[in-house]
């Protein structure tokens, strides 16, 4: 390629395969340098432009143009799956993209399903891979499925045998790794013949005495039927050809149809491997799998994988590191160093076998041992690991700072020295920026430390606990107590998630060490209020209330019996028993059930600091000085009786409280009890107003029918008399002068006059108003009419509607009238020349009459 490229520089084809020759021997620049002259001389060399994209991707410093040259390349051939996997590989180096890789790697497998090809078996691994980094664990499943699947070929490998019962102590039988075993029949069935502690079950078959044939040994998990399964503890032959076997769970079976039979023979099927492991490929898989168990807290179905793995390749170091891990996670950090030992002795040199090591005996804290491996993993300068050496080391010396006093400042100079090392080399590595936090917070720089870690917070995406850790000694060093306990909290909620490191001996001691820290800084909080010595110290009970709480928690979790555990609970009783008496003296509300409590608390730590006390006697190792532990009990003892006859001066004043309180209630009681009669009262009374208005309103309602109905009797009177009269003026009788008009206006307006007008109207002027009223002569000749009349009905007159309006309406001078009534006097009076008018019209008309 060399010779060609000299013989002809612009020959595309001989320098892309210079380029790809260098790529093999992994001299990656002078590599991208040959890919960037041969897309000098064809720009549109698709398969230069992707790889040189990859390459730029993978240098780490040229990340955008590097995906900058993949797109074009997809670009200009869309079609291409091996671009987009190229593209989605290129994303797949940073965690930040790990959403847009997995979108491109989707996209891959329907470009290959879409032109019917084969989707290989690492396109659908990577996948899952990016799911399960993405906690999208039953998509992650699914896609190694797939790949195992893919990797398959033909049937035999999935597909389980009766004969296929497993390796020893690498049997894969849990339900979890239904990709790696099913059930198979046996060809056998069981009737339960009792059921003792478990279910006898007696099996059916031709050779059922040799129950070997059928590859059914104890500790195989068996179904009966459809979906009952269990474990066979015990296998029994028989005598007469037949073989019993008892389960651990208690078997009912399905009752017979046929009256002769009391209980139904079922089928039995055992769970059997397939072959899949057999092929390497599908180890990887494998071991992808059961970190998946581990993510999703299946840890059982992960040791199953893992040593079956390893029963079947003991040289996968990965699996002895993984199974190590879960043991640390579990606390049995024996069992994980007896791991590490056999995975150094099939990898003696291996760096992650020696980084887990060294981190084994941090979380001991054997410091010099951790330190001499890695100083080892130093030595061997692998690229990958002496980063995290020289991150172990600094955290190694700052751990030390106190250990030998003569040496802080030394041991601390070289914490910060390597920090400073691996940030020089990387000035992304959040681990060390932390580190530089920590020195700065303990040279005093608080402000700088702060800095540093919000910086650690914003680059590394808020994954690294520790700097939740360290900011909440940061404020609580400010006296921000507040901002101090929600970091220890959110580092303590990560500790629960499992998601935080372990840096002590175990999580159950880390989580002990943040509830110390929890428990410190609510007694700060309550030393600091209580300073005001005022009302505003109110709140320092409540403080040093969440401070025991904690307090109590740490020692309950606590797996050894600690004396400064022990020691701080005790003093945190004294300070709130302090805090409670001198409650009257800051003008604080003080009950007798707080100065009981308090009592309590003193009764409760005064002898367990005597017994501290008699121990720090007798010799034995107590890391506090004898003349603290005499102050607490003299401060005890005084406040123990101080608080006794402060008990008994509460209790007088309660009990004087009480008494003056049942009076005021009593006399609460009372009151509102009065106020509810005069309520009850005032409620009768205008319920009865009520309904006399409404009784009232009722009779005037038929009072006003009954005056209706008279008017019209009244009317219908009037009409029969007047068409009798005109019968007999058309029978020759002579005539007479007609006044019903002017009689029935008279009558009308008499008669509206009780419906619209005051009873005291006639002291109105007017002419109808004199003082002697005369009646007229129509009136005269009308009252002369009406008693000649023979319809038998008379018709009311004047005083017979007065009397109606005075029943009808009352007198008009009442204070019970709801409304008043519209006085019509003076209109009729102002009407005066309409109805003179009127008459005078009514008598030329019966003048024309008389002519006639």
């Known amino acids: 390629y060399e010779q060609a490229c000299k013989l002809a520089p612009n020959l595309s084809p001989a320098r892309f395969g210079l380029a790809q020759t260098l790529l093999a021997k992994e001299e990656f620049k002078e590599a991208v340098a040959h890919l960037k002259l041969v897309l000098g001389t064809s720009a549109n060399a698709v398969d230069a432009l992707a790889l040189l994209g990859l390459l730029l991707v993978k240098s780490g410093k040229q990340f955008k143009d590097g995906l900058a040259c993949l797109k074009k390349a997809i670009d ?132 059922s005495a040799n129950v070997s044939a059928h590859s059914l040994v104890v500790g195989d998990r068996v179904r009966l039927g459809d979906d009952f399964e269990s474990n066979i503890v015990e296998i029994v032959p028989g005598n007469d050809g037949t073989t019993t076997i008892l389960i651990r769970e208690a078997f009912i079976p399905p009752s017979s149809s046929s009256e002769a039979e009391n209980i139904e023979a079922v089928s039995v099927a055992v769970r059997r491997e397939n072959r899949r492991l ?25 040791i199953e994988l893992h040593k079956a793995i390893l029963k079947r390749n003991p040289a996968y170091v990965n699996s ?19 791991w590490l030992k056999i995975a150094v002795k099939v990898a003696p040199g291996n760096p992650e076998v020696l980084t887990l090591v060294g981190n084994l005996h941090l979380s001991l804290c054997d410091w010099e041992p951790a330190q001499r491996v890695f100083d080892q993993l130093l030595s061997q300068k ?98 921000k107590h507040p901002e101090a306990l929600a970091m220890y909290q959110s580092y303590m909620k990560r500790t629960q998630d499992g998601t935080a490191p372990i840096t002590t001996k175990s999580r159950e001691d880390d989580v002990v060490e943040v509830l110390l820290y929890i428990a410190f800084a609510y007694y700060d909080w309550a030393r600091q209020t209580e300073l005001f010595n005022n009302e505003r110290a109110a709140p320092a009970d409540e403080r040093y209330r969440k401070c025991i709480e904690h307090l109590e928690l740490a020692l309950k979790k606590s797996r050894k019996k600690d004396v400064i555990i022990q020691y701080n609970l005790c003093k945190a009783k004294l300070a709130a028993a302090n805090c409670v008496l001198q409650k009257l003296t800051r003008n604080i509300r003080r009950t007798a059930q707080e100065v009981e409590d308090a009592i309590t608390g003193l009764e409760e730590s005064l002898p367990k600091v005597q017994e501290i006390m008699q121990w720090k006697l007798e010799k034995k190792k107590i890391p506090i000085s004898t003349n603290a532990l ?9 406040n123990l009786e101080s608080a006794k006859s402060h008990l008994a001066a509460d209790r007088e004043k309660e009990k004087e409280a009480e008494t003056v309180l049942s009076l005021q209630r009593e006399e609460a009681e009372s009151k509102m009890k009065m106020r ?90 007017g002419p109808n108003n004199d003082s002697n009223p005369q009646p007229s002569e129509s009136a005269a000749s009308n009252k002369a009419f009406d008693q000649n009349d ?13 009397t109606t309006e005075k029943e009808l309406f009352g007198d008009s001078s009442s204070d019970e009238s709801d409304d008043e009534l519209i006085p019509t006097g003076t209109k009729r009076a102002n009407e005066e020349p309409d109805e003179s008018g009127f008459a005078s019209k009514k008598r030329r008309v019966m003048d024309d009459d008389d002519d006639e």
């Open 630 to 638: 005499q102050e607490f009990i003299t401060h005890c003892r005084a």
């Open 76 to 207: 200009l051939d869309p079609l291409n799956s091996d671009f987009v996997m190229l593209e989605a590989l290129a994303l797949q180096q940073q965690k930040v993209t790990y959403p847009q890789a997995l979108e491109r790697y989707k996209k891959a497998v329907k470009l290959l399903e879409s032109q019917r090809k084969p989707v290989p078996y690492e396109l659908l691994t990577n996948i899952g891979v990016l799911c399960h980094e993405t906690a999208k664990y039953d998509e992650a499943l699914a896609m190694y499925v797939r790949a195992l699947e893919a990797l398959d070929g033909d049937d035999e490998a999935r597909v389980a045998s009766l004969d296929n019962i497993g390796v020893k102590d690498g049997l894969i039988r849990h339900k979890d790794n239904f990709m790696f075993n099913e059930f198979v029949d046996t060809h056998l069935h069981a009737t339960s013949i009792e059921t003792p502690g478990g279910t006898t079950l007696k099996l059916n078959a031709p050779d």
């Open 676 to 765: 509810e009669i005069e309520l009850e009262a005032k409620e009768e009374e205008e319920k009865r107003l009520q309904e006399e208005r409404d009784r009232k309103a009722e009779e005037r309602m038929k009072q006003v029918e009954q005056l209706r109905s008279n008017w019209e009797k009244e009317a219908e009177a009037k009409k029969a008399a007047a068409e009798k009269r005109k019968g007999k003026r058309g029978q020759g009788a002579p005539e007479v002068e007609e006044e019903s008009g002017l009689f029935d206006d008279q009558v009308g307006g008499n008669d509206n006059a009780p419906l619209f007008e005051d009873s005291d109207d006639d002291d109105d002027g």
């Open 382 to 479: 692998v690229p990958n690991v002496d980063a995290y050496s020289q991150l172990s080391l600094g955290n190694i010396y700052f751990a030390n700072l106190r250990t030998v006093p003569e040496k802080y400042a030394k041991h601390l100079q070289y914490a910060a020295d390597f920090y400073k090392r691996i940030l020089a080399k990387d000035n992304k590595n959040a681990y060390a920026a932390n580190g530089i936090g920590t020195v700065l917070a303990e040279r005093g720089d608080l402000f700088k430390a702060k800095e540093v870690f919000n910086r650690v917070r914003e680059v590394s995406g808020d994954t690294i606990a520790d700097a939740h850790l360290n900011l909440g000694h940061i404020y609580l060093a400010q006296k």
């Open 790 to 802: 023979t319809f038998g009905e008379t018709t009311p007159g004047e005083g017979n509607r007065v």
């Open 278 to 302: 057999e092929n390497p490929p599908d180890i990887t898989i494998a071991f992808n799998i059961a970190r998946l168990h581990e993510a999703t807290g299946r840890s059982l179905a992960a």
């Open 320 to 338: 002895y590191l993984r199974l190590a891990c879960i043991a640390r996670d579990c606390g049995s950090l024996r069992e994980c160093s007896s």
